[in-house]
Every structure is written in structure tokens, then in C-alpha cells.
């Protein structure tokens, strides 16, 4: 099983304070409000309306628990769950981990982008910190090699 050990506020917590992620319920709410932002674009009518959804989902194939120890890591057990999950298994490993590390901040610095230049549907800060929590989260990935 994946999982995604959030850490205390006081590692590179102002994101996550501002969030409001606190416990497992919170981060359900984030989730939620992840998800009503693509819903309102494709109610607008506004293209690739659905990848903060995506994220919410790649984020539901972990395990979620709250632990002082730690920072914010994502562990990567098992790459295929998130491509069954959130891509139909139509991904390779490799797009998989680029999603995850790379992607899922870019489509959300897009969508601020478009948010600043289209006269602000959403809550910039809720975008930027959003933003930031997903980059300064550290990504472990256990078995990946890139060649077989």
C-alpha cells in the first residue's frame, strides 16, 4: 500500500495550516474543495477541467496518517495502483512518477496562471498553497528502476 505521512505544522507547515489539513477529516475536506474547482471550470467551460480531480484521486491511492517525526513524504509502494485508479492503466511507471513529482504542481501553477489572467474564479492563495504543499512534499518510490 502507498502511503502519504503528513508531518507536523512545524515542517514547511504554513501551506497545510492554511489548508486547514489537520487530521484525516481535513484533508477530506481539501480533497473535496480540490475537486469542486474542476467542477466549477467545466461548468465554465474552461478546458482540462478535470485535473484536480485527478489529484484528489492520486492522493485517495494512499494511505493517509499524521505523524510529528516526520515531514510531508509520499511512499510509493506500488506505482500501478495510481495508474489503475486514476489513469485507466493506460500510464507506464515512469509517466507515473513524472504525475507525481512534477505534473500535479505544474497543472496547478496553470491554473492559477489562467485564475490571475482570466479575472479570478478561485482563491489564489488557496491554488498557491496548494501549490506548495505538493512541492515541498518528498517523494519515496520503493522497487522503480527505470530500466528492466
Known sequence: MNKFIIGSQNTYGEEKEKL???DKNSFNKFLE???????DRINA???GGNHCTKIANTLRCFE????????DILYINNL????NSVFNGEKTDLEILLWVSKEMAE????????????GGFYDDNFLKNTRDF?????????NYHLVK
Open 20 to 22: 486547514g489539513i489537520i
Open 33 to 39: 474543495d480540490l475537486e469542486y474547482i474542476d467542477a
Open 45 to 47: 467551460g474552461m478546458v
Open 64 to 71: 493517509i496518517s499524521f505523524d510529528n517525526r516526520y515531514s
Open 80 to 83: 500501478s495502483i495510481i495508474n
Open 107 to 118: 497543472g496547478i501553477a496553470e491554473i492559477l496562471d489562467e485564475n490571475i489572467r482570466y
Open 134 to 142: 505538493l512541492l515541498q512534499t518528498y517523494i519515496s518510490c520503493v
